[in-house]
């Protein structure tokens, strides 16, 4: 833990591959008029919490965007053997962690161009205020709403006794647009996600994440509409 006399010092780390499967350049295509991952850096930017802001790509685009429009922005070139998409993560992150000096990593991604800057400070709080307890934290979506499995069989619900949504018992879905973790967490358990975790609830407006065509466009509506940043785009 760190020497609590000490500011607590919080990396936070965007990893982003030039290329796309499913959308194609969509790390750095437009969206509601700049560049997608313009968005979340932005908000890292301006999140007193968060120390550095660090980029691992292996995009020549995105290096020389960040240059121009993000100078303070610390960009690592990914290493080839890394650069694969089926790649995971967490192998990504243990090299990435290895080359940054911090307390606490905060990771997001590109595809969360929602994410506002007040919700990652709330994040960050709530983690180190809980750190005592727990090891890590990641951003979850809660859902109330009647639920199955690939085989036909409810979830969080019994199919007999007809409740109203809202009176379902929540269920949480991993929405990818947060975690906190350091970096003994992440080497001994090969996984941003410690032991010990803090569920941090993200508005579902907020939290949509970027992994097709379709959410691109959902997001993108979202955005010129204002209804997450407050203003429109």
């Known amino acids: ?14 990893p982003m591959r030039h290329n796309s ?21 932005g908000s890292l930017l301006e999140t007193a ?5 660090v980029i691992d790509t292996d995009s020549s685009t995105i290096r020389e965007q960040t240059q121009d429009s993000f100078p303070s922005v610390t960009v690592l070139e990914r290493p080839e053997h890394l650069r694969d ?9 243990l090299h990435t962690t290895g080359q ?3 307390d606490y990593f905060l990771q997001t991604h590109s595809t969360n161009p ?15 205020a809980s750190r005592d ?14 639920l199955y499995d690939a085989d036909n069989k409810p979830i969080n619900h019994d199919p007999a006794v007809l409740l109203r949504t809202q009176d379902l018992p929540p269920v949480y879905e991993e929405n990818s647009n947060v975690y906190i973790f350091d970096r003994a967490t992440l080497l001994s ?7 010990s975790p803090l569920l941090f609830e993200i508005d579902r407006l907020e939290s949509l994440d970027i992994d097709d065509e379709e959410a691109f466009q959902l997001a993108e509506a979202v955005a010129l509409a204002g209804l997450v940043h407050g203003e429109k785009a």
């Open 189 to 195: 358990r090969g996984n941003r996600i410690g032991e």
């Open 133 to 146: 307890s727990h090891d890590s934290l990641f951003g979850v979506t809660r859902w109330q709403t009647r």
């Open 1 to 14: 833990m760190p020497d609590p006399d000490q500011p607590i010092r919080i990396a936070a780390l965007v």
């Open 100 to 102: 940054i000096d911090a």
């Open 85 to 93: 998409g089926a790649i995971p993560m967490n192998e990504v992150l």
């Open 21 to 41: 499967e499913r959308v194609p350049n969509k790390n750095f295509r437009s969206f509601a008029g700049k560049p997608l991952y313009h968005w979340i850096i």
């Open 114 to 128: 929602l994410l506002r800057a007040e919700t990652i400070q709330r994040a960050i709080d709530t983690f180190i």
């Open 49 to 53: 919490g968060v120390s550095e802001v």
